[in-house]
């Protein structure tokens, strides 16, 4: 299994902290034998679940800029019209997919164009699927500007679980669809704000792969 490189440091310290848990194991009393191999036990799943949460998923990739792929893995808990006041400042469609801690948790670019706007914004840490997440929680904002969509923006929402965004994004660098966006740690969402007219290609409660599932496609010429 390949691992993504933000889970090294994660991964070091958690195998630390619990090889010492399972160390002081071995001084309980033999009168509970059973304890131990319960503490082993538990030790080993949740290291098992750390390592399984930065898998790096084998995935064969192809690039159609005249489609939205999806961020992320996930559900999608969202689909609407809103007014997003922080950077677009225009009516828009959101499309949001909710990244549960077993999801891969990678973020991938949607569509390829030039960053035009970043913006880190410290925050809460409301459950990823709170309506008021996308404004209130630890979240990035990264606009992108398309040629077939004009721009865009995306949006990386930390989630009660998760406690750092991590976005490779910089103003002004041309990313390609399906290059690695960033990476969110436990528990997440990423929001995409589309133009009005967009095709939207899922449906609420869909599943969906990040890199691969259309999210939308450009409205058809009449």
């Not at 809460?124 to 709170?130: E, F, M, N, T, Y």
């Not at 967009?198 to 969906?208: C, F, G, S, Y």
């Amino acid at each position: 299994m390949k691992l993504h490189k933000e889970g090294y440091a994660t991964l070091l310290v958690s195998f630390i902290v619990l090889s010492i848990f399972a160390a002081a194991s071995l001084f309980m009393s033999n009168e509970i034998p059973w304890l131990r191999v319960a503490v082993f036990a538990f030790v080993f799943f949740v290291y098992f679940r750390i390592v399984y949460f930065f898998r790096v998923p084998k995935r064969v990739f192809s690039i159609d800029d005249t489609l939205i792929k999806s961020p992320a893995d996930g559900e999608i808990v969202a689909i609407e019209e809103v007014f997003e006041p922080e950077y677009l400042k225009q009516n828009c469609i959101q499309v949001s997919v909710f990244m549960s801690p077993t999801n891969v948790h990678i973020n991938w670019v949607p569509i390829s164009g030039k960053i035009s706007y970043f913006k880190y914004h410290p925050g809460k840490h409301l459950v990823a699927w709170h309506p008021k997440s996308s404004a209130l929680n630890e979240r990035t904002s990264i606009g992108l500007k398309t040629s077939p969509f004009g721009e865009i923006l995306i949006r990386q929402i930390a989630g009660a679980m998760a406690r750092r965004i991590v976005c490779y994004a910089q103003v002004g660098q041309t990313m390609n669809q399906t290059q690695e966006l960033g990476f969110i740690k436990f528990g997440s969402r990423v929001d995409v704000f589309l133009p009005l007219g967009t095709e939207i290609n899922v449906k609420l409660k869909d599943l969906v792969i990040g890199g691969q599932t259309i999210l939308a496609r450009t409205k058809p010429t009449p």
